[in-house]
């Protein structure tokens, strides 16, 4: 099926000539640059040292600079930058003036502490204005800042703190979800209790007691005060760090995916303007939080670079009552609005009524990322909350990319269920294992043949694992494809052990290690089973311990155990104990198998199979 979109003019991808992105790019990335403001300029556009990258070589910039100061001589710093909204309907609005002195408080509120340029501090915070602001305070003074999304649990948080070896911990009492209270202060405690962190800082959210530590912990109200609404912004050379994201892969130990300040600058700050189409005029809420690369990109420094104004909610979207979004979208006015396919298909659930009963008409283009959408979600969303009138993009892309790289722009011809085409600069297809681009109609790999300003610059301390992306000359991005006649890319899934459930990435053998931290457990395995509204719920195969007894009572202790190293997040859905795991001769769990049974499909090649 074909959707054009309405007749509109003047999206502002029409000032843009995509003639020369198709022909050359780095051209096009140049031009693109240079609306954006750099101490100095860069003397040579791209270096490529195979599979390395560096991008706008010998440019000074700051992204920090560029999302804040340069507003701060004209009107634009009377802009309202963040309409915030908690989940217990506190309001708070934030104008660019505004989020530029607290950012510039917080910044020498860490210089004060001690944290220095390429220091990596690490953000665990809730979706609260001070989880922007400590973003942004840290790349300012030349730090490198690592996100960890609230929704971890101590393990997971203690991983990420280890691997980047961050000695600053920005955090909170704790915050509200869905009206109950989830205590962070202490996850962090726990996380950190025999590592050498210098300090702790920490936003009062709930005002609850927390235990302090003398000399480590502060609050960030004593940090802050005092301090001057002016900070230097740290000059910084292109290709200097800006973040590390953690993400999961086919290992226990999640990736250290990092991004600089030049390149993924100019990448987030061209997809904001040119695919969510982001204006002066429009109101724009991304769903995400902030702890995953949605959010770092689409809700804080693409749309800040664009000097837009976001709603930015705290709370779950169904609370207090299923009305809650389009509450939002009414009460804000919000024109573009970004969100996930989990959401639309939890949302299509309880039909049209608490939907019709608000005013969407503001609407006027929407966004969907994550994973894929569903033909006839999509068409809900295009009908039901767009109302026929607003385009939507299927954006794909990830951690990795840092920036969108697979979807149509906001003035093409649609295609429910396929995400698009590759974008301005960049070269998307369809491959076989041996790097062979397949025709229309045949399924394989989805790879990207060029290089691009915002692609990460490597894995932290694992270049090994950065390499490992790039086979015959392609970008595997572990996702399987295929294309119609006209180019247009149907995303099939995850190819590698990752499984995507409500959109979150987690990796199978991440959840496993959570489950074999139980006393009682002897092995396990885990696989991703298709679900109507998750995309995909997580089912563990548990191998007891001689003396336990299978039990409901045992399944509830396991699922325990893993909310409480990894995360709700990562709780499986459904748990069966079974007598042995499919293993190959050398050992390694057979999970292919297991979801083949479990899906009763053909179970393949099994010749390697050895089932004890
Ligand atoms: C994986 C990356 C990119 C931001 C959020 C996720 C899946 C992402 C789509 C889409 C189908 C999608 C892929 C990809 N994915 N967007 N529009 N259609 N699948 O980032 O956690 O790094 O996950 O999400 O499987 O590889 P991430």
Excluded at 410 to 429: E, H, Q, R, S, V
Excluded at 507 to 521: C, K, P, Q, R, Y
């Amino acid at each position: 099926m074909e959707i054009s979109p309405k007749k509109t003019t003047g999206f502002n991808l029409d000032n843009y000539d995509l003639k020369i992105a198709e022909e050359n790019p780095e051209k096009f990335w140049e031009k693109i640059a240079s609306e954006l403001y750099w101490f100095k300029k860069w003397e040579k556009v791209v270096e490529i040292n195979y599979p390395f990258h560096k991008w706008f070589i010998g440019g000074k910039t700051n992204i920090v600079y560029n999302c804040l100061d340069r507003y701060m001589n004209t009107w634009r710093k009377n802009k309202v930058a963040i309409y915030w909204e908690g989940e217990n309907y506190e309001r708070k609005t934030l104008s660019y003036f505004d989020l530029y002195k607290e950012v510039n408080r917080l910044a020498n509120a860490l210089k004060n502490l001690g944290v220095k340029k390429g220091d990596r501090v690490v953000i665990y915070l809730p979706r609260i204005p001070e989880q922007i602001i400590s973003m942004l305070a840290v790349a300012k003074i030349g730090a490198v800042h690592s996100v960890v999304y609230a929704g971890f649990s101590s393990q997971a948080l203690r991983d990420r703190i280890m691997d980047a070896d961050a000695k600053v911990i920005i955090t909170a009492d704790g915050y509200y979800y869905r009206g109950k209270v989830r205590k962070l202060k202490e996850i962090v405690d726990d996380a950190i209790k025999d590592l050498n962190i210098n300090k702790v800082i920490v936003v009062e959210r709930l005002g609850i007691d927390v235990d302090m530590k003398n000399g480590r912990d502060i609050y960030y109200n004593d940090a802050v005060k005092g301090m001057s609404y002016e900070c230097k912004t740290e000059v910084m050379d292109s290709e200097d760090i800006l973040f590390i994201l953690y993400t999961s892969g086919t290992t226990g130990k999640p990736k250290g995916v990092v991004h600089v300040h030049g390149g993924y600058m100019v990448g987030v700050y061209a997809t904001t303007k040119l695919i969510l189409d982001v204006k002066d005029e429009d109101i724009y809420w991304c769903t995400a939080d902030p702890g995953w690369i949605t959010g770092h990109s689409y809700i804080v420094y693409g749309p800040l670079l664009n000097n837009a104004t976001i709603l930015f909610y705290e709370g779950a979207p169904d609370y207090p009552n299923i009305e809650r979004w389009w509450e939002l979208i009414e009460r804000y006015r919000v024109t573009i609005f970004y969100t996930t396919p989990t959401a639309l298909r939890y949302f299509k659930r309880f039909g049209e009524e608490p939907i019709l009963k608000h005013d969407l008409s503001s609407l006027r283009l929407l966004g969907t990322v994550g994973e894929p959408i569903n033909p006839e979600v999509w068409l809900w969303f295009y009908k039901t909350i767009g109302r026929e009138n607003c385009p939507i993009v299927d954006t794909w892309w990830q951690t990795e990319t840092g920036m969108h790289v697979v979807t149509t722009y906001p003035n093409m011809k649609m295609k429910p269920g396929y995400a698009g085409k590759g974008i301005f600069g960049i070269k998307a297809d369809v491959a076989d294992e041996n790097g062979k681009i397949l025709n229309p109609g045949e399924k394989g790999y989805l790879v990207i043949k060029n290089f691009f300003p915002a692609l990460m610059r490597t894995i932290y301390k694992n270049e090994e694992k950065y390499k490992s992306y790039f086979r015959h000359g392609l970008y595997y991005a572990e996702d399987y494809a295929v294309k119609d006649e006209e180019g247009y890319i149907m995303i099939l899934g995850r190819s590698d052990e990752v499984i995507k459930t409500s959109g979150y990435r987690l990796g199978t053998f991440e959840i496993e290690s959570a489950i074999l931290t139980h006393e009682a457990v002897a092995e396990a395995a885990v696989i991703g089973k298709p679900h109507e509204i998750k995309g995909e719920i997580i089912k563990a195969f548990v191998v007891l311990k001689e003396g336990y007894k299978p039990s409901e009572e045992l399944k509830e202790s396991i699922r325990k155990k893993v909310r409480e190293v990894l995360g709700p997040i990562a709780v499986p859905a459904e748990i069966e104990f079974v007598d042995s795991l499919p293993k190959t001769r050398s050992g390694k769990i057979m999970r292919r198998v297991l979801k083949a049974r479990e899906l009763g499909l053909p179970l393949g090649d099994l010749s390697t199979l050895e089932e004890d």
